[in-house]
């Protein structure tokens, strides 16, 4: 068996510092590489000049994959060299143990080595300070890609839609009666005619003009419209911002939309996507998106990890006479969140999610503590499907196969 060498790469936006020491701490490599594939490159050829001349095999750790790591990340991989992913926080207490008053990224790459030096004992429990990352299916990987984005997409027009309705009601706020800034309907009123001291000249023939405004719907809406009550005297001043906001909360939407359908097309062609939709009450687009978060399932040993990495499991918090939980706070945001889509929905297509959820209830929880218990339960059924690569079954459709 080859010995090995263990090196830390502390990740930045610009430049990695990479350290690779031997068993003794001697350091045999320490560079910064750019964020640019002419240094990725020759820097995988001096790790491969290391490893012939030492008769080893590296191993890298680095303190988060993907973001700036990638696509160094990648590359390390599809080049053979084992990548391990360090738990941050395990990290910081490793740190916190060789404590000094100054940092640098030289220290926290040096830090990461001499972690992976310990591996084998650090992950001894059930516990694991380090995963290793494998190279996920390209699939899954764009699924990922595309929810991530889409995610923030999602964020940016929230903030977008508050700060628009924040607008709104400091100079009319009865128009919000007409929808709200999730509406596309008034945000195409809002394009259309930003400025509100003007409702008082519309006419059914400018309102017909908006999509998705019908003779029915204008019949219904113009008394009102131009009865409105506005800070006049503002008008003229928030209809730049009011059709700004309005217009690119449209963008955001629609943008939102096509990628829906582009993450459907692509979840058709995921294996493990058609293994999730077996499941009643769970649709294309969800199991999209989260299969592209979990990526290669072998990476969980227990079906309590995936739990713990989804965000809906609850961790021991006692101490002394104290006995409680507490949620796990380094979840994947994307992953709990759709998690506790798929439970709503499976309430209302699963008999059995309705009683565990109305269980749940009566004991006190509030709705999203007990949606949150549902989506634990359900982990447990997600897991074994993906692990042993098969449909969701019945007990009544296994009955009667007996």
């Known amino acids: 068996m080859k010995k090995r060498l263990c090196g830390g790469i502390d990740v930045g936006s610009e430049r990695h510092h990479v350290i690779i020491m031997d068993h003794k701490e001697k350091i045999l490599y320490d560079r910064e590489i750019e964020q640019k594939y002419s240094d990725f ?4 050829e001096e790790f491969r000049k290391i490893e012939t001349k030492e008769k080893v095999t590296i191993e890298f750790a680095m303190e988060g994959k993907n973001g700036y790591g990638c696509p160094f990340d990648r590359l390390l991989i599809e080049n053979r060299f084992r990548l391990y992913n360090v738990d941050n926080l395990k990290l910081r207490r490793f740190k916190d143990v060789f404590g000094a008053e100054w940092r640098n990224d030289r220290r926290d790459a040096k830090m990461i080595a001499k972690m992976l030096q310990l591996r084998e004992h650090v992950d001894k429990g059930k516990e694991k300070a380090f995963i290793e990352v494998t190279k996920m299916p390209s699939v899954n990987e764009k699924l990922k890609i595309l929810s991530r984005y889409q995610q923030s997409l999602i964020n940016e027009k929230t903030r977008m839609q508050n700060r628009l309705r924040k607008r709104i009601q400091e100079v009319c706020p ?15 009123l809002l394009i259309k005619y930003p400025d509100f001291s003007k409702y008082k000249k519309l006419t059914m023939e400018s309102l017909l003009k908006i999509k998705m405004i019908g003779k029915k719907q204008a019949s219904l809406m113009i ?5 409105i009550q506005c800070f006049e005297e503002m008008a003229e001043t928030y209809k730049t911002i009011i059709s700004s906001g309005a ?7 629609e943008e939102i939309e096509m990628l829906d359908s582009k993450l459907e097309d692509l979840g058709e062609r995921s294996p493990e996507v058609k293994r999730l939709i077996s499941m009643a009450g769970i649709g294309t687009k969800l199991s999209s998106r989260l299969v592209g978060e979990i990526g290669d399932i072998h990476r969980f040993e227990r079906e309590d990890q995936l739990a713990v990495y989804c965000g809906v499991a609850c961790i021991d918090d006692n101490s002394g006479k104290s006995k409680k939980t507490r949620v796990v706070y380094k979840a994947n945001r994307i992953c709990k969140a759709t998690m506790i889509k798929i439970a709503g929905c499976t309430i209302k297509s699963v008999p059995e999610s309705k009683v565990y959820y109305e269980k749940k209830r009566a004991e006190g929880k509030k709705h999203n503590h007990a949606l949150r218990c549902l989506a634990r339960q359900l982990i447990k059924v997600i897991f074994k499907l993906l692990k042993e690569d098969r449909d969701y079954v019945m007990k009544e459709e296994v009955k009667k196969a007996a």
Do not use: C, F
């Open 223 to 227: 008394d009102g419209l131009r009865d």
């Open 174 to 188: 009865d128009v919000l009666e007409y929808g709200n800034t999730n509406s596309k309907k008034l945000l195409r």
């Open 41 to 44: 490159h020759e820097a995988i």
């Open 247 to 253: 217009r690119r909360v449209l963008e955001l939407k």
